[in-house]
């Protein structure tokens, strides 16, 4: 959710990134299995293999699955004795630890996040999950796929002098690419009113994926969470999202896409390579 402040260095703020999410993982560690890693963090270590540059993520975005959760410890107390704090007091589970980049002092974003249609009740934002603060997690529609598709992942840092490593299950390709389409259709639907939002830096994740994992394994992947009775609607619903996003050579996410891999990919190969993955999934 974040974006890269003015004139820091984007690959010093990826490796703050990392760092922070090592800090937040390590402060909630005895809740790691209600946990996911989602967002750019889960994409980049599902696709080392994508033969792209990789782009820069500036924060940590983290699933959580109420059916998983512990009543203890609490996860706004664990965080702010961890040294987060909330990056603004009216935004519930946008958390945030500063970090010094470049002479600068850099708030860096943990996000705590909860599938809308998972979580067992709502505030205009909030996640109300008690004895859980009403600020610890905010509620995210497209998540819900990652309560399922998950696996645990060995996380290290990206510095030499942190020794650091952590498991943790992270969200698979389908539910990331579920996830993107959610993010991606929402930004495009809010870009009058706040065009700030809209970048294309997801839509060039999804062709991150769809470079690195083979397609038949996604397939699979998705004829399971179809059928499964937790998230088989709202798999169905991403998997359209998908369609009218990528689904053909001119549709918004691909014209997004290609602007996202200016450089890497020529603009014929998104727009034919897209369609063609996409159809496979249907």
Excluded: C
Excluded at 61 to 70: K, N, V
């Amino acid at each position: 959710m974040a974006r890269v402040p003015e004139n820091v260095d984007a690959q010093q703020l990826h490796v703050a990134a990392r760092r922070v999410l090592l800090d937040g993982l390590t402060a909630l560690s005895d809740q790691l299995d209600a946990l996911t890693v989602v967002g750019a963090q889960a994409v980049y270590l599902r696709t080392p293999e994508a033969a792209l540059r990789t782009s820069f993520t500036s924060d940590g975005d983290i699933s959580i699955d109420p059916d998983r959760l512990q009543n203890v410890p609490l996860l706004d107390q664990a965080l702010l004795e961890a040294g987060f704090e909330l990056l603004r007091d009216n935004q519930p589970g946008l958390w945030a630890r500063t970090q010094r980049i470049g002479g600068q002092e850099v708030p860096i974003e943990f996000d705590l996040l909860m599938a809308k249609g998972l979580a067992p009740k709502i505030g205009s934002r909030s996640v109300k999950i008690p004895p859980h603060g009403v600020m610890s997690a905010r509620w995210v529609p497209g998540l819900e796929v990652a309560a399922v598709d998950r696996s645990p992942m060995t996380i290290t840092s990206l510095e030499a002098a942190d020794a650091r490593t952590i498991i943790v299950n992270v969200a698979g390709p389908a539910a990331l690419l579920v996830a993107k389409a959610f993010k991606i259709n929402d930004r495009l639907k809010q870009a009058d009113a706040r065009p700030e939002r809209l970048t294309h830096k997801d839509a060039g994740d999804v062709l991150r994926i769809i470079r690195a994992i083979p397609v038949a394994q996604v397939t699979a992947s998705f004829a399971k969470l179809r059928e499964d009775p937790r998230v088989g609607e709202i798999t169905q619903e991403g998997l359209q999202l998908l369609q009218d996003l990528f689904g053909g050579p001119t549709t918004p996410g691909v014209g997004m896409a290609v602007q996202a891999l200016s450089g890497d990919l020529p603009e014929a190969t998104v727009r034919a390579l897209a369609p063609a993955y996409v159809s496979r999934l249907m």
